[in-house]
Each structure stands twice: as structure tokens, then as C-alpha cells.
């Protein structure tokens, strides 16, 4: 069974900085995707970033492009999303999610683990 774990969510003013972590265990398959999502309240489920981890190919959402960055550690098994130059707008619970495959996809329902998500709140 493949766990998630995210930590680093918070409370920061806008223009600051937080960094997102996503510890993963129990995987056996060799050639897997990572992704981060967020929800804000009232509003779907989107896709902020992906990584390939054996392709090493990255995504991210147009509104975080040039502000968020993913990367990734093999030797922990762990995926960070850094974030930047916060507003807002990026107030949401964010998740982490893994799914078997090399092709990074956007789709939320593509996606076969969750982690239990964790609160970012940007204030003004």
C-alpha cells in the first residue's frame, strides 16, 4: 500500500515563500509520476505540478509557472514543491498524489494515491 505524507503548509503573507514536502512508502512499481493539486473551498480539485520520476519531465499549471518549482529527492523518496511569491489566490489545501507510468498527466482522476493534503493560506 503506497502512503503519502505532505508537510510544510501554513500561514505566510503574500510575496512570501513556503516549501511543500511529500514522503512517499510502500511503492514497488519502478516508473511513477508525482503530482501536487490543490482545493480551494468551493472550487475543484486542479493540478499545480507533475513530475516524471523516471523521465525526470515536469508540468505546471500557467498559474504557478515561473513562481513554484518541483524536484525531487530519489535517495528519500520524497517529492518539494518551493513556492514563491505567494498570493491569495494560492490559498488552498494541497495534495500530493503518485501514479504508476512515466507520462505525467493533469488529470486528478489518474492519479491512484492521495496523501491527506495539507493547508496553505496566503494572507493579503
Known amino acids: 500500500q503506497v502512503q503519502l505524507v505532505e508537510s510544510g503548509g501554513g500561514l505566510v503573507q503574500a510575496g512570501g515563500s513556503l516549501r511543500l514536502s511529500c514522503a512517499a512508502s510502500g511503492r514497488t512499481f519502478s516508473s511513477y509520476v508525482m503530482g501536487w493539486f490543490r482545493q480551494a473551498p468551493g472550487k475543484e480539485r486542479e493540478v499545480v505540478s507533475a513530475?516524471?520520476?523516471?523521465?525526470?519531465?515536469?508540468y505546471y499549471s500557467d498559474s504557478v509557472r515561473y513562481r513554484f518549482s518541483i524536484s525531487g529527492d530519489y535517495a528519500k523518496n520524497t517529492v518539494y514543491l518551493q513556492m514563491n511569491s505567494l498570493n491569495p489566490r494560492d490559498t488552498a489545501v494541497y495534495y500530493c498524489a503518485t501514479r504508476e507510468g512515466p507520462q505525467v498527466t493533469v488529470t486528478p482522476s489518474a492519479y491512484d494515491y492521495w496523501g491527506q493534503g495539507t493547508q496553505v493560506t496566503v494572507s493579503s
Open positions: 513530475i516524471s520520476w523516471s523521465g525526470g519531465s515536469t
